[in-house]
């Protein structure tokens, strides 16, 4: 197809989401998944080769142009004063879901050693938690697990591709000495084995998932 590259390019340039290589196949109405690999590839390579404020990522099963992390603070402070704030705790217990996705609420806070069910609902309501479903157990809890927007924000092409729990709960703006504050747990007591994929702090840490 004539000009593939760039048409495959300005999708991403429009587009608010990651858009798969099946999504883009359906748009530009071919059945050819490696020419749309093809042109993401030249798109990856030109971008790192000119460099500049943006690159090509593959993140949360899809790609995106996304600004380089080196220009996020000037970007934030476009964005101010109105950031996003997500508590200390709630980047935490985030921290916690993650690496031990599928979990239920009482495991959590177990981990955690406090209640965490305001930081659940201000995670749901950020988009970063979803409900998949009850776990068959007395009770019949909720099992939470992340979102696509949590890939999309701490730039992951999936699961595998996680953070440690430090770098998910000091994510965002923070002094020095909060850097130097406990925080999220260890990932010796975190981690599952078979992975694949202190009361709640009132600080906050200014978390922009606007920021691309």
Same mark, same amino acid.
């Given at each position: 197809?004539?000009?593939?590259?760039?048409?495959?390019?300005?999708?991403? =340039? +429009? !587009?608010?989401?990651?858009?798969?290589?099946?999504?883009? %196949?359906?748009?530009?109405?071919?059945?050819?998944?490696?020419?749309?690999?093809? !042109?993401?590839?030249?798109?990856?390579?030109?971008?790192?080769?000119? /460099? &500049?404020?943006?690159?090509? %990522? $593959?993140?949360?099963? &899809?790609?995106?142009?996304?600004?380089?992390?080196?220009?996020?603070?000037?970007?934030?402070?476009?964005?101010?004063?109105?950031?996003? %704030?997500?508590?200390? +705790? +709630? @980047?935490?217990?985030?921290?916690?879901? !993650?690496?031990?996705?599928?979990?239920?609420? !009482?495991?959590?806070?177990?981990?955690? &050693?406090?209640?965490? &069910?305001?930081?659940?609902?201000? @995670?749901?309501?950020?988009? @970063?938690?979803?409900?998949?479903?009850?776990?068959?157990?007395? /009770?019949?809890?909720?099992?939470?697990?992340?979102?696509?927007? =949590?890939?999309?924000? =701490?730039?992951?092409?999936? @699961?595998?591709?996680?953070?440690?729990?430090?770098?998910?709960?000091?994510?965002?703006?923070?002094?020095?000495? $909060?850097?130097?504050?406990?925080?999220?747990?260890?990932?010796?007591?975190? %981690?599952?084995?078979?992975?694949?994929?202190?009361?709640?702090?009132?600080?906050?840490?200014?978390?922009?998932?606007?920021?691309?």
């Amino acid at each position: 197809m004539q000009d593939l590259k760039h048409i495959v390019e300005s999708l991403l =340039f +429009a !587009a608010e989401e990651p858009l798969s290589i099946a999504k883009l %196949r359906d748009i530009v109405e071919t059945t050819d998944s490696k020419a749309i690999r093809d !042109a993401l590839a030249d798109l990856v390579e030109e971008y790192d080769r000119r /460099g &500049g404020g943006f690159w090509l %990522r $593959e993140v949360a099963g &899809g790609w995106q142009i996304r600004s380089r992390p080196e220009y996020h603070e000037w970007i934030k402070r476009m964005l101010q004063p109105s950031p996003q %704030r997500i508590s200390r +705790a +709630a @980047l935490e217990t985030l921290a916690v879901i !993650a690496y031990k996705q599928p979990i239920i609420r !009482a495991d959590i806070e177990y981990i955690r &050693g406090v209640d965490c &069910g305001g930081v659940l609902r201000q @995670l749901m309501e950020r988009k @970063l938690i979803r409900v998949l479903g009850r776990k068959e157990i007395a /009770g019949r809890p909720l099992i939470y697990a992340t979102t696509k927007l =949590f890939l999309e924000m =701490f730039d992951l092409k999936d @699961l595998n591709d996680l953070p440690t729990p430090k770098e998910i709960a000091e994510y965002g703006s923070m002094t020095e000495e $909060e850097q130097r504050e406990p925080s999220a747990p260890t990932p010796d007591n975190m %981690r599952n084995d078979n992975q694949s994929s202190s009361p709640d702090s009132e600080s906050e840490t200014d978390v922009d998932p606007n920021i691309t």
